[in-house]
């Protein structure tokens, strides 16, 4: 099987390097047969690269360590789960796993397309099997071939690094992988429209479902990210500032400003020039991502990686398909002209395109700060590190011009708002912000920012319940229906709108959620078995938490594993226990921190094992060896951003959901039969 | 080795086939798709739904409504116009006025260009009509000349919502 597998790996090149060459000449001469073979070229790369990563998870669950990705990634005793998952644990099958997501994802985009929008097809499958080509040769001839062997076979692997095994970390790069590939596809469309000339908004109609397809993914690979940070990396927080999750970030940033751009360019005629600029940077930003993380070049938590060389590649590549894009832009630009200008500042295209530039800002101000660090050591060859003091100082202000335009933006009409109503609608949602702010001054919230945040986050989510509520009134007086199905016909038809306020709703109590952490209390204290540590709540209340003692069980893949038990008290009342622990994994030699979370709706009980003594002794299960240090967190609605996540979750799939107005005509014949006598493109 | 063999012959000659064959994909745009005209028909009547829910949340005036409502429905008619054109080239017609039928036989069915005059006829009707309340929103029957909510005067050349079927 994993010989099959590696096999295939080597086929799917020529064949996608056919496919790719197959779809521009395909599309340039007008030959249907070539197009036609293209787009199996793309089935048949996806089948392969099935084959291939089987392969290597073959090689994984039954511990064919001869093979050089498997012996470094995996041991005897790891979990299957994590055996599994090996396909996706390092850069090797990562680059796999990412050109089978984007084969899978090319292969419905030409499925979905077989009857439609078969004058962007050619090209579109160009650009798709390129993209999926060039993975294909970094990993065959850039010496990150998974299948490569070495000259003996170890009796045991090095294992998976414990901070990998982790029922978050086997979802958040597959989600995150999913969000980079799937928009490769509105990048191929925007591609084949230029190439075209076909610039109207057609492609935009076409791909908008990708896009957000695309936006959703990486919005919950960034949120599972920050749930392993938060579950394993053992310090109480989500987000370090790290290249990675700065890289992860970046094109969610870009892909935002998109969402919304697209609608101007769909409504108003405008912004070509802009949104063909957008999709080619978050395309690109999705290759740096990738390219980071796999590189090796910037060192971090997460870059597993161990081949600087791709970096160049991979950097090379990026130039190249930048240069296109500009040329082809330029090419193209008599064609990209706006229909319309912007009539007003008072108006909904006016707050979009403020979103945009505000979102850019950002994405830029993220990415100078994961570079400069490189900059800096290629010029003066001294490491400097950018720290999150920086990055917060800079996104905090980012972040709540953002918060504020989510409030404004549904409340100005397109075209032109007159300052009257709009004084009249930000009444409410100014007074409630308002009176939410004096409530907490006088319930002792006194740190300025979070007031801010809190105030805002209170005044959109007014905005955005007026909005359900006038929206279904006005449908109700217009249709003449019941205020339930009057709501249910108002986000039915019109789910992109709805269904963009409901994602508003859960990116509001993500912000609310990141303002809470400036109420996190913590306490560190060292104890002997029956000696307690207590800890103040924000909210009033005081939890007590007595040590009980560690004890030494021993669990799969582990060597030694110490778990310190406490009881917990809240306000004198035992509400029951929570475990921390150190490990010792078969195969890694440091030993690795696992906290302890009870999770209530406004606070998390968080504790850390930071310290034992006598670990040797601890292990041993030695009674004298006890005495340990701990570290109590109480983390401030930190739950707010996990629910956040479910809601945008909701959001994005009612955004998703096709519409009865979108389904199309019973699809037809799938040739056009033989050679025609004329069929060429533009 | 057999079957890497397999796959290997199996694979080529999938991909090979329809140039072995002279199989063709069909490279031009199907006639049930969308053109760029219905796309720019589809923008300007969601505009128009907008510009009355927003006009009925009280987001814009009555006045602003009145050319944002003018102006887009003078877009669809535009749009809808050039649709035909397109389909038929031998049909012709300005902004501001539906178009002629030829009688030739064009690519379009007689069913879907009748669809089409009626889209016309529907967002013409709701310029002119004047059955949706100007000062209280409210809808009323056709042909009213007083709001039966508010008791208001309904304008019957301008002060109107277009159809709501039209750009539901």
Redesign the interface.
Known sequence: MTLLGEAALWFALPIGLWGAVAGFVGGRKGRGDLVLSAEYSVYAVFFLLILASVGIMNAFVTDQFQYWYVANYSNRELEMFYKVSGLWAGQRGSLVFWALLLSFFSSVAVFTNRTKNREFIPYAVGVLLTITSFFLLVLLFAEVNPFERMPFAPADGRGLNPQLQNYWMTIHPPTLYLGFTAFTVPFAFAISALLTGKLDTRWIVITRRWTLLSWFFLANGVIFGMRWAYEELGWGGFWFWDPVENASLLPWLTATAFLHSIQIQENRGMLKVWNMGLVALTFLLTIFATFLTRSGLIESVHTFSENTRIAFIFLTFMGFIAAVCILLIAWRYPLLKSENQIQSFLSREAAFLFNNLILLGAAFTVLWGTLFPLISEGFTGQQMTVGPPFFERVNLPIGLALLALMGIGPVIAWRKASRRNLIKNFVAPVVVGAVVVVLLYLRGVHHGMALVTFGLSSFVMTIIVVEFVKGTKARASIEGEGHLLAFFHLVSRNRRRWGGYIVHVGIVMIFTAFAGAAFDREVVQTLDPGEAITIESPFGHEYTLTYQGLSSPRGQNLLRQAVALMSVEKDGRPIGFIEAEKRLYVTWEAPVTEVGIRSTFLEDLYLILENVNDLGGAFENDAQAQRATFEVQVNVLVNWIWYGGFIITVGSIIGLWPSRGSTKPAPRAKTGGKRPALATLG | MV??TL??TG??L??????LR?????????E???T?AD??KQ?AL??L??????Y??????QA?YQV?KTDLARQALQAIEDEISDADPSVGGTAGQPAVKSGKAGKKSARDRALLEAEIASVRKGMVDGRTCTIC???NVEESRFCTNCGGELDSRAGS?PE?ASV?
């Open positions: 079957g890497v796959v290997a694979v080529v999938f991909v090979m086939l329809p140039v002279g199989d063709w994909a069909t490279l031009e745009r199907s049930d798709e969308v760029e796309a720019r923008a969601r505009g739904r907008d510009a009355e829910y927003d009925r949340s009280g987001k814009i005036d602003d944002l929103g409210h809808l919502a709501p539901r």
